[in-house]
C-alpha cells in the first residue's frame, strides 16, 4: 500500500506542447530527426506506463529491505539490481547523454522522464542519476581511452558511478577536504589516499564495479577549492584487458536515513593499504599548484541541482495526488456551508480544498521553473547561435540555484499538508504520505545546502556581468506583463499581484545593495534564504500566469463538459490561488528585509543553550 | 545516539517566577502549605534529572523495539513496563488529578512536569496522559463506586485508560459512530458493540487492566453527538471482589507510524461475543433521546487540547537544542563577513544562527502561550472569586484551539530547520533530530484536526457571549501596549509591530464577519486556519514582548559579565526577533482574508486529478 505512484501526465504534456516553445529545441540538427510534437503524447504515456508497471512495484523493496552493511559489503533492494540495468539498457538513463549516440532525449525530455522515476521509487533513482553525473565528467574532461574505458559500460547498467565531495570535516566547505592525490610514474595515474562520506550510491551489489568521480588534493597543490583536481577512482581498477582487480576502495559502512532507505549513503576508504589508484582528469599545474577540479565539478553541478529541485518536487507531487485520491474516497463530516445535504466526500470540504490547492498550485509552480530551466538547458548546449547560447546560459545560470532550493524548501510543508489531508492515516506508514515526508528532506540539504544556494542567487547570480544577466532574467517577467496585462481579462487582480511582486523584488534588491554598501554585510546570509523564497514565488507565478492566459482560452474554447475542462479551468485556478494567496509573500519579505532587523546578528552563539 | 534529552529549564524558572503571577496559584487553600516561588526551582531541577536519568535512557526502546502486536496482545517496549510504574507510583503522573489528595501539582507544574517527559520520550508520554484523561472523567462524573473501583490503581500505575473516539468512519466527525450500547437488568450497565481506531495506549502488556473511556450510542438515542454516552469499559472486568475477568474486548491489531513507535495505536473490537459491558457515566434520558457523551468529554478537553500543543512545543525544543549543541561543535567553512579569521563552529554562521533563533523565540512563545492558558485553568478551577474563575475561564476558552493548533503547526517548520541546522547529519536517525521530525507530525491531527481547531476559534471562541470574551482577550494586549509604550525604551519597532498586529487582527475579525453577513460563509474555513495562526504570533509576540520587558531590566541590572546575561540577553533577542521577523505575518495575513479569494471554493474536486 505504501508504494503508490499516482502521478498524472496531464501538465507535462500541456507544458511541452502548449507552454514551452519545444519546437525550437525539436529542430536542432541533433534533435530533428527523432523528435516532433506529435510524439510527445506518446514518449509520455510509455514512459509513464513504464513507470507505473517496472519501477513503481519496487519502492517497497526499499522499504522493507533496506540497504545493509555486512561484512565490508553493501546490499542494495534485490529487486533494485534487476531493475538498475533494465532501465540503462533501454535507454532512460545514462546513455541519454551519450554525445556520438543519435536519438537521445533533449535534457527537458530526459527531466519528464526522471520525474515520473522518481515519483515512482525516490530511494532507486539516485543509482541512475548520480551514474550520469559521473558519465558526464567522464565525457568531458576525459580522453578518448577513459571514454572506451568507462562510459560504455556505466551506460549498458554492467557499472555505475558516483560523485565523491565529502569527508568528515569537510561538507559545505569542499575547499577543506584532506584527500591527498601523490603522483606515480604514469603522469596520468596517482596514487589516492583518503576517506569520503555521504556518497550516495557509494557501494551496492547491483553492479560490478563503482566508477568514483574522486575530488581529492595532488601532494603540494594549494590549499582551498583552487588546489583540488578530478580523479576517476574505480571500486575495482580496470586493467587495459578489461579485467578487474581490487583498487583498495573500502566501505566503511552505510547511514540510517530518515528516508530514501533503498538508496545506498556510502562512507569509503581509500588507499589504506597504499593500493588505491585513480585518473586524473585534465590537468594539474605544478608551477601554481592550481586543480582542475572544482571547476570541473561545477559545470555539472548546475544539472544536478536541477535535479535535486525535480526530486522534491516529484515526492510532493505524488503525495499531492495520493492525497487527492483519497479525500475524493473518504467520507466524513457535512459542509460548513451546506450541513443538511449529508455527509460528504471530504475533498469538498473548505479546507481540504485549499490543502489540495496550495499543493497542485505549487508543484506545478516548481514543475514549470524547472521544465523552463531544463529548455533553456538544451538551448544553451545545442543553439546554433552562440549568442542564443550565450543568453540561455544566463537564464541557466539564473533559475538554477531557485529550481533547486524552492522545491526543497517547499516539498516540506506541501507533503506536511498533504499527510494533514489524511488525517490520523497520513500518519500511518500504510499510506504513501509519510514517506514521501521522510524521502524529502534530504533534498533541501544535496547539492550544495539551500542556504549555499540562497548565497549563490544573491552573492553571484545578481552581479554576474554587473547585475545585466539578472537584469534580463527579471525584465523577462515585466515584458510578459507589458504585452498581457490589457488583453488578460478576469486576472487584473493576479497580474496587479505579479507587477507589485516584480516591483518589491526590485526594492528587495536595492534594499541589500544598500547594507552592502553600508558594510552590513551580515545582513545578506541573515536574509538571503527568505529572498530565495521570493525569488521562487515571483518566478512561479510569473510561470503560472502566463500558463493560465493559454489554459482559459482552451478552456473557453472547449466549455464545461469536455473532458478536458477540468484540466484547464484547474491551471486557471492553480494560478489564480498561487498569485492570490502565495506571491503576495513576496513584498512580505520586502518588507522584513527593509526592517534589516540584526538580532540574529547580535545574537551570541551562548544564548542558545537557553 | 538518537535518544538526546537536550532540555534547558531556564525559561520554566523564568516564566513561573518571573513572569506569570503564580504567587496567586500557591495561594489558593489546595497549594497554599504546599508550594511557594522559592521551592519551584528545587521541583524544576528534581524533576529535570529524574528524567534525563530514568526517562531519557527508554527513548531508544521504543525506536528499536517498537510496539508489536502478536496472537491479539500487544507489547509494548520492554523498559516502558517499569518505567509506567516508576512515574505514576512516585507521583509524575495521574495521582496529581486526584481531588481527594493532598500536596498535588497545580496544573500549571504538572504541565511543566509533563514538556520534560515528553521531551525525553514522547512515545512513553501518551501512556501516562492518556490515563490521567480517562481517570480525570470517572474522577468528574462517576460514583463513588466507579472512583473506588477504578481510580486508585490507574493512580498507582496498576491499570491505565484511554479515550475511546475514533472508529473507521467516524473521525473528525464524532457524532457519527457506529458504537452501540444495549441496556440489561442493571440500569448502570450496558452492554457495548463497535469497534474504535486509532486508540492511544489501547491495548499493551505494561498493566494488568486498561480503562476505556468509550463514546457509545444508547439503543434508541439520537443520531448526532446529541445521542452519544460515555462508558466506562474496562479490557478486563472488575468483579465486586476486586478479581478481573475477560470482557470481551479484542484487540484486532495496532498501526505502523510515522512516528512514536513505542506508543500503542490500537484497533478495538469490542463485544463481538456479546460478553462485553460498560459503567455508564452520567445519565441517559430515553424521552428526548439524549446522551451527556459528548458534554463530558469535552470538559476534558480543554486540558487534552494544551497537551497536545505542548508535545509538539517539548518535540521541537528538544530537536532545537540538540540542534544548537551541534551546531557549537561542528566546524565548518568560514565567515561571509570575516572569511580570513579561518574555520568557525558553524552555530556562528548567520543563517544558522536564524534557524536557531526562529527556534529558540517560536518555541518560547508556544512557550508562554501554553503555561499562560495552564496558569488560567489553575485560577479557573481554584479561585475561590466565581466571577475571577469565570473570567479565567473566558481566556481559556480563547487560548485553548491557540495552544493546541498554533505549536502543533510550527512544530513541522522549526524541525525541519533543525535538520537543516544540522546539515546531512540531521537526515541520519544517529542524530535525534530525524526522531522529531516523525514524532511530531501527528500532533497537528490529534485531539481535533487544526483545522477543527481553527473553527472552534473563529466559529465559536470569537462569537462566545456575542464576542465579549474574545474582545476582553485582545483588550489584554490592548492594556498591556497602553501600560508600557512609552515607558519601554529600544522596543520602539516591536511595540509599533506588535500594535498593528492587533489593528490588523480586529480587521480581519471585520472581514469575516463582513463575508458572513454577505453569505459568503465558505471564505470562513477556506482562511480559519491562517487566522488560527495569525492569532498564535500576535499572542505569542504579546507573551514574548511583555516577557522581554522584564529580561531588559534584569540583563542591565546584572550586565554583561554576569552568568545570567546570556539567558536575559537571549530571551530580548527571542522577542525582537520574533516581533520583527513572525508577526509581521499578521498583517501579510489579513491583506489575504481581505482579498477574498474564492478559487479554492470553485475548485471543483475533479480539478485534483491533475
Not at 544539472?303 to 473518504?330: I, P
Not at 478536458?564 to 484547474?570: L, Q
Request: with cysteine.
Amino acid at each position: 500500500m505504501a508504494a503508490n505512484y499516482a502521478y498524472n501526465t496531464r501538465d507535462f504534456k500541456f507544458i511541452l506542447k502548449e507552454w514551452l516553445p519545444m519546437e525550437e529545441i525539436f529542430s536542432y540538427d541533433k534533435y530533428k530527426d527523432y523528435y516532433s510534437k506529435d510524439d510527445l503524447d506518446m514518449l509520455i504515456d510509455q514512459v509513464h506506463k513504464m513507470v507505473a508497471e517496472v519501477i513503481a512495484p519496487t519502492n517497497d523493496d526499499g522499504e522493507k529491505t533496506p540497504v545493509y552493511f555486512e561484512n565490508g559489503k553493501v546490499y542494495v533492494p534485490k529487486s533494485f539490481k534487476d531493475l538498475y540495468k533494465y532501465v540503462q539498457e533501454n535507454g532512460w538513463g545514462t546513455s541519454n547523454i551519450d554525445e556520438e549516440a543519435e536519438g537521445t532525449l533533449p535534457f527537458t525530455l530526459l527531466n519528464v522522464v526522471n520525474e515520473m522515476i522518481n515519483a515512482a521509487n525516490p530511494a532507486f533513482n539516485p543509482y541512475l542519476v548520480l551514474t550520469t553525473g559521473a558519465a558526464g565528467l567522464i565525457q568531458t574532461y576525459g580522453d578518448e581511452h577513459h571514454k572506451k574505458m568507462f562510459l560504455p559500460k556505466m551506460m549498458d547498467g554492467t557499472w555505475s558511478g558516483t560523485m565523491c565531495l565529502t569527508e568528515p570535516t569537510a561538507g559545505s566547505d569542499v575547499g577543506d577536504i584532506l584527500s591527498k592525490a601523490y603522483p606515480t610514474d604514469d603522469p596520468r595515474i596517482y596514487k589516492i589516499k583518503g576517506s569520503k562520506i555521504f556518497i550516495t550510491g557509494g557501494d551496492g551489489d547491483h553492479v560490478e564495479n563503482i566508477i568514483h568521480l574522486y575530488l581529492a588534493r595532488i601532494e603540494g597543490a594549494k590549499p582551498g577549492t583552487k588546489g583540488i583536481s578530478l580523479f576517476i577512482v574505480p571500486k575495482y581498477w580496470v586493467n587495459e584487458d578489461g579485467s578487474l582487480e581490487p583498487n583498495d576502495v573500502e566501505t566503511t559502512g552505510v547511514e540510517h536515513k530518515l528516508g530514501l532507505k533503498g538508496s545506498a549513503t556510502a562512507a569509503l576508504s581509500c588507499g589504506d593499504n597504499n593500493g588505491c589508484r585513480g585518473w586524473l582528469l585534465g590537468s594539474y599545474d605544478p608551477e601554481t599548484g592550481e586543480g582542475q577540479g572544482m571547476a570541473q565539478m561545477f559545470q555539472m553541478m548546475n544539472e544536478e541541482r536541477l535535479n535535486t529541485g525535480m526530486f522534491a518536487l516529484s515526492v510532493a507531487a505524488n503525495a499531492y495526488w495520493n492525497a487527492a485520491a483519497y479525500c475524493k474516497e473518504r467520507i466524513q463530516g457535512r459542509l460548513m456551508t451546506n450541513p443538511k445535504a449529508g455527509r460528504t466526500q471530504i475533498i469538498n470540504h473548505e479546507d481540504v480544498k485549499r490543502m489540495l490547492l496550495l499543493n497542485k498550485a505549487t508543484t506545478e509552480a516548481c514543475r514549470a521553473i524547472i521544465l523552463k530551466a531544463c529548455y533553456f538547458i538544451d538551448v544553451a548546449h545545442h543553439d546554433p547561435d552562440p549568442e542564443r547560447r550565450k543568453w540561455a546560459s544566463g537564464k541557466v545560470e539564473c533559475l538554477t540555484p531557485i529550481a533547486k532550493a524552492y522545491p526543497s524548501d517547499e516539498a516540506w510543508t506541501l507533503i506536511g499538508e498533504s499527510i494533514q489531508a489524511y488525517g490520523g492515516y497520513g500518519y500511518c506508514e500504510e499510506y504513501p504520505v509519510a514517506q514521501a515526508a521522510r524521502d524529502c528532506k534530504i533534498y533541501s540539504i544535496w547539492e550544495g545546502t539551500n542556504f549555499i544556494q540562497s548565497m549563490d542567487l544573491v552573492g553571484r547570480k545578481w552581479t554576474m556581468a554587473k547585475g545585466a544577466v539578472f537584469a534580463a532574467f527579471l525584465k523577462d517577467i515585466e515584458d510578459f506583463l507589458n504585452a498581457n496585462r490589457g488583453a488578460a481579462a478576469g486576472f487584473d487582480k493576479e497580474f496587479a499581484n505579479l507587477e507589485k511582486a516584480l516591483a518589491s523584488y526590485r526594492e528587495i534588491q536595492k534594499t541589500i545593495a544598500g547594507y552592502m554598501a553600508a558594510g552590513q554585510a551580515g545582513l545578506i546570509p541573515a536574509y538571503s534564504r527568505r529572498i530565495l523564497t521570493a525569488t521562487g514565488q515571483l518566478y512561479g507565478g510569473y510561470c503560472l500566469l502566463e500558463q493560465a492566459l493559454i489554459a482559459k482560452k482552451r478552456a473557453d474554447e472547449l466549455g464545461t463538459d469536455h473532458y478536458d475542462y477540468n484540466f484547464y479551468n484547474g491551471k486557471v485556478l492553480s494560478a489564480r490561488y498561487y498569485l492570490r494567496n502565495v506571491v503576495p509573500n513576496v513584498w512580505a519579505i520586502l518588507e522584513l528585509v527593509q526592517d534589516g532587523d540584526t538580532s540574529v546578528i547580535e545574537a551570541h552563539p551562548d544564548i542558545f543553550q537557553y
